[in-house]
């Protein structure tokens, strides 16, 4: 897979993430592109892993082509024109904010009931033991003990994000309708739909305000009531939330490899949800 020499002055820089940069076509509204901050391999995974999920017919962007700019690699996808994350719209629209936590969760829900081919995804468990492997932060013992919590989760052929923050589900509205996509696919894979709950809850509830408002467009309280609301459209009215809770956290604290894989250093804000439990 050979990418496409691009010239970066042809495009607008709109965004940044823990891996890459987004930018718009100034010419070609029709196109979008990420670079990575990374290598050549994540850009082309993300490609691959992009075009199965969108030939499966999971909402997400077209994908386009790999493309470099002679220094970083990329992708470009078809451009979704007027479209807005979740989280920005929880920024711009506070008082709307239980409304679009429970949009959301529906989303999730049924991207989570989603079977696929397990010849063509990778487990989350396979994916999970190799960052445990490679992560230089977490003793001996400590990497046995989550390597056995995470061997003994439940086994699932259904559909997970890999990265579910609620600012990787993206909504177009035009007269009144919302249509919905998943974007930042480089980590889709499969398995046990916790893996994926347990991200928007770090996310929701466990960083600092400075974080949230800088990431996430909205205070610490805002991103709060937005997952209360996504856990009671989740998991249902009559779900017994404090055994559910439990679970949640630690599953939020093992999003702590996705974490310091990209960081590069321990986050002990999130290792503080095993402690106690898995070590």
Same mark, same amino acid.
């Given at each position: 897979m050979k990418p496409v020499k691009i010239d970066l002055n042809d495009y607008v820089r709109?965004?940044?993430g823990a891996n890459g940069a987004s930018y718009n076509h100034k010419t070609d509204p029709s196109?979008?592109?990420?670079?990575?901050?990374?290598?050549?391999?994540?850009?082309?995974?993300?490609?691959?892993?992009?075009?199965?999920?969108?030939?499966m017919g999971i909402p997400s962007p077209e994908p386009?082509?790999?493309?470099? +700019? &002679?220094? =970083?690699?990329?992708? %470009?996808?078809?451009?979704? +024109? &007027?479209? =807005?994350?979740?989280? %920005?719209?929880?920024?711009?629209?506070p008082e709307k904010t239980e409304e679009y936590a429970r949009e959301f969760a529906q989303m999730c829900k049924k991207l989570h009931a989603t079977h696929v081919d397990t010849t063509q995804f990778e487990n989350v468990k396979d994916r999970l033991y190799?960052?445990?492997?490679?992560?230089?932060?977490?003793?001996?013992?400590?990497?046995q003990k989550i390597h056995n919590f995470i061997a003994a989760a439940p086994d699932t052929d259904t559909a997970i994000h890999g990265d579910l923050q609620f600012s990787n589900g993206i909504f177009v509205e035009k007269d009144g309708v919302r249509k919905q996509y998943f974007i930042d696919l480089g980590d889709f894979c499969y398995g046990y739909p916790m893996f994926d709950i347990g991200m928007v809850y770090l996310c929701c509830c466990l960083n600092d305000e400075?974080?949230?408002?800088?990431?996430?467009?909205?205070?610490?309280?805002?991103?709060?009531?937005?997952?209360?609301?996504f856990a009671s459209?989740?998991?249902?009215?009559?779900?017994?939330?404090?055994?559910?809770?439990?679970e949640v956290k630690i599953y939020?604290?093992?999003?702590?490899?996705?974490?310091?894989?990209?960081?590069?250093?321990p986050m002990p804000e999130f290792r503080a949800m095993l402690e106690g439990t898995i070590y």
């Amino acid at each position: 897979m050979k990418p496409v020499k691009i010239d970066l002055n042809d495009y607008v820089r709109t965004g940044e993430g823990a891996n890459g940069a987004s930018y718009n076509h100034k010419t070609d509204p029709s196109i979008m592109m990420k670079l990575y901050f990374r290598n050549f391999e994540a850009a082309k995974l993300e490609l691959e892993l992009a075009q199965k999920v969108y030939d499966m017919g999971i909402p997400s962007p077209e994908p386009g082509d790999l493309v470099t +700019d &002679g220094e =970083k690699m990329g992708i %470009r996808f078809r451009r979704i +024109d &007027g479209k =807005k994350s979740y989280s %920005r719209a929880c920024g711009d629209n506070p008082e709307k904010t239980e409304e679009y936590a429970r949009e959301f969760a529906q989303m999730c829900k049924k991207l989570h009931a989603t079977h696929v081919d397990t010849t063509q995804f990778e487990n989350v468990k396979d994916r999970l033991y190799k960052m445990l492997a490679d992560n230089p932060f977490f003793t001996p013992e400590q990497k046995q003990k989550i390597h056995n919590f995470i061997a003994a989760a439940p086994d699932t052929d259904t559909a997970i994000h890999g990265d579910l923050q609620f600012s990787n589900g993206i909504f177009v509205e035009k007269d009144g309708v919302r249509k919905q996509y998943f974007i930042d696919l480089g980590d889709f894979c499969y398995g046990y739909p916790m893996f994926d709950i347990g991200m928007v809850y770090l996310c929701c509830c466990l960083n600092d305000e400075s974080w949230t408002l800088e990431q996430y467009h909205m205070s610490n309280a805002t991103a709060a009531r937005f997952w209360d609301a996504f856990a009671s459209e989740y998991f249902g009215p009559d779900a017994d939330m404090a055994k559910i809770m439990k679970e949640v956290k630690i599953y939020a604290g093992l999003k702590t490899l996705i974490i310091e894989r990209d960081t590069h250093r321990p986050m002990p804000e999130f290792r503080a949800m095993l402690e106690g439990t898995i070590y």
